[in-house]
């Protein structure tokens, strides 16, 4: 693996860096040296009631479509970038280094992928033009109060009534759903089928108006970014259906090859890290701080320190298998449960190194260190190894495809 860039990818990479350094706006600036303004990510900010922070979304939003970039990952035909994996890995790292966010949510990397590969043209026209300019936003309607890691176990309901499926029942979890205006959704349309099949994949235009209620789950940072939304008698046109009926599980499935590093991630966290390191060296920081009377804790800090550097390198891993044509299976898994775990342990040391300072929770309190940015952060950690896979069924992923052991 070379760690360095190539000529073409140094160039890349200066384009990009100049790019955001140029039309990234003021209001994303602002929040990401101040670490505000941020909770819920570009969509949260586009259904912001504050002007300014509505606006940055959508300049954001417009500037990206210059150049394709709202989508780096779909081809060119649909009106993505169509960067290849190393470029879309270098966007990723340099737009995660200017804490530039990523415009489109689940509508750029999930559904509209989906819809490219499993729908037919009017769909393809109905969607893909929305995505790619940010005017419309997604959610995803997956899990159940009792179909979560088990999700072939949903009991969300369709009834066919002539053109149209009736909807009811209960998702859990549904990220950002108040501020999204579509929902793609996970329904049973055959209950006598085995639990694998009988399911379909259906869109829902504007949830709001077609009767979804959706009630907030406020998590454990006093924070909105979870809900739980409701069905009854929701009524879908058939013709939003994506593939084939009671054939959904595997158009939701649908992966298509782009880049899965979770580069970003890593770069935040050795941004934080550095942080640390910076304050603490500060006549501030000297006060705060229990690294003098603690010196194990510089030991701490300085493994984070290289385990974010492990996590940078296991993302630069599965982007070079990946621009080598082979798919990463295990791989992944040993980069998402490494990264995710490593995203605990330093927010864990960052607090720790605080001492009860660490505890002081209101961001604009003058005894807050880094505006309580650890503290905040090690409570949000918490269920970082459970989203997206918990990081048990990582491990199982990883001892029966990687080192191919029995499976128990």
Request: aromatic fraction near 8%; charge should be negative; include cysteine.
């Amino acid at each position: 693996m070379d760690w360095g860039d190539s000529a073409e990818q140094a160039s890349f990479r200066a384009q990009v860096r100049d790019f955001v350094g140029d039309r990234l706006p003021d209001f994303y600036r602002d929040a990401h040296a101040n670490r505000s303004g941020l909770d819920g990510g570009w969509q949260a900010n586009r259904a912001s009631d504050d002007p300014v922070e509505s606006g940055a979304a959508r300049d954001w939003a417009r500037s990206l479509a210059e150049n394709g970039w709202v989508a780096p990952n779909w081809p060119e035909e649909y009106g993505g970038a169509g960067l290849s994996v190393w470029e879309q890995f270098i966007f990723k790292q340099e737009m995660a280094e200017a804490g530039a966010p990523a415009v489109g949510g689940q509508g750029v990397t999930q559904i509209g992928p989906t819809v490219i590969v499993h729908g037919n043209e009017q769909q393809k026209e109905k969607y893909l033009t929305g995505i790619l300019e940010g005017d419309t936003a997604w959610c995803q309607g997956y899990s159940e109060p009792g179909a979560g890691s088990d999700l072939a176990s949903l009991q969300t309901r369709a009834r066919r009534d002539g053109d149209e499926y009736v909807i009811n029942g209960q998702k859990i979890w549904t990220s950002n759903a108040h501020n999204a205006d579509n929902m793609y959704i996970l329904v049973r349309t055959d209950p006598d089928a085995p639990k694998h099949r009988g399911i379909s994949l259906i869109i829902i235009d504007d949830i709001h108006e077609a009767g979804v209620q959706v009630r907030p789950l406020i998590d454990m940072t006093f924070n909105h970014h979870f809900n739980e939304t409701f069905f009854e008698d929701v009524r879908a046109p058939v013709s939003n259906r994506l593939g084939e009926e009671n054939r959904g599980w595997y158009v939701g499935m649908t992966l298509l090859d782009y880049e899965r590093s979770n580069i970003d991630s890593a770069i935040l966290d050795r941004t934080l890290v550095e942080e640390l390191i910076e304050y603490i060296g500060s006549d501030e920081g000297a006060v705060c701080s229990r690294t003098g009377d603690l010196p194990t804790l510089r030991a701490e800090i300085a493994d984070r320190y290289i385990e974010c550097d492990v996590a940078r390198n296991f993302g630069m891993r599965i982007a070079s298998m990946q621009a080598s044509g082979v798919v990463p299976n295990y791989e992944a898994s040993t980069g998402k449960m490494f990264g995710t775990e490593t995203h605990q342990r330093v927010m864990r040391t960052g607090t720790r190194t605080l001492g009860l300072y660490g505890n002081v929770w209101g961001k604009d309190s003058a005894y807050a260190p880094m505006r309580s940015q650890f503290t905040h952060g090690y409570v949000r950690a918490i269920p970082s190894t459970i989203a997206g896979g918990s990081s048990e069924i990582q491990r199982n992923i990883i001892a029966t495809r990687g080192l191919g052991l029995p499976r128990g």
